[in-house]
């Protein structure tokens, strides 16, 4: 496995907490650019997945072909009290958890990486792809994070 990909799996989490960090509660759920979640709401957002993601590789690394559902983010959104939670929180959950995971996957032999699980809507996954699809997907929501800081006058 590219040790470089899993570097920028365990420095996601630190750069989404810098990322959150000056905002009041009222940029933290406001709606800068309209039709897509707050700020807060991507935070959560990012927790949620990631306690996914990392139970995700611990299954595959752990089982056989595990069993790996798949879930409705807009009923996350909609339904867990996203504006309840703490974005501080949320940062330094993902951060833990990736710098944790990283330790494991930094000792994964190179057999384990085509280990793979089997998702109710995707199908066949191996760790390597649940790696990079969660590497990319944190990725992709700071640049949206980034971009609503920027309209709402705070630009990291």
Do not use: C
């Amino acid at each position: 496995m590219n040790p470089a990909l899993i570097d920028r799996f365990e420095q996601g989490g630190t750069k989404l907490r810098d990322s959150l960090a000056g905002l009041t509660e009222a940029e933290l759920v406001a709606f800068p650019i309209a039709g897509t979640w707050s700020i807060q709401q991507i935070a959560i957002h990012l927790q949620d997945a990631e306690l996914v993601a990392v139970d995700r590789m611990k299954r595959i690394i752990a089982e056989e072909k595990p069993l790996l559902v798949g879930f409705d983010e807009n009923q996350f959104v909609a339904n867990l009290e996203y504006n309840s939670q703490s974005a501080a929180d949320a940062g330094t959950i993902v951060e833990l958890a990736r710098r944790n995971m990283a330790k494991v996957l930094r000792k994964q032999p190179e057999s384990a990486w085509s280990r793979f699980g089997i998702h109710t809507e995707r199908g066949k996954m191996t760790l390597a792809e649940i790696l990079e699809m969660y590497t990319n997907h944190l990725e992709r929501h700071l640049k949206f994070l980034h971009e609503k800081r920027a309209k709402l006058g705070k630009p990291l």
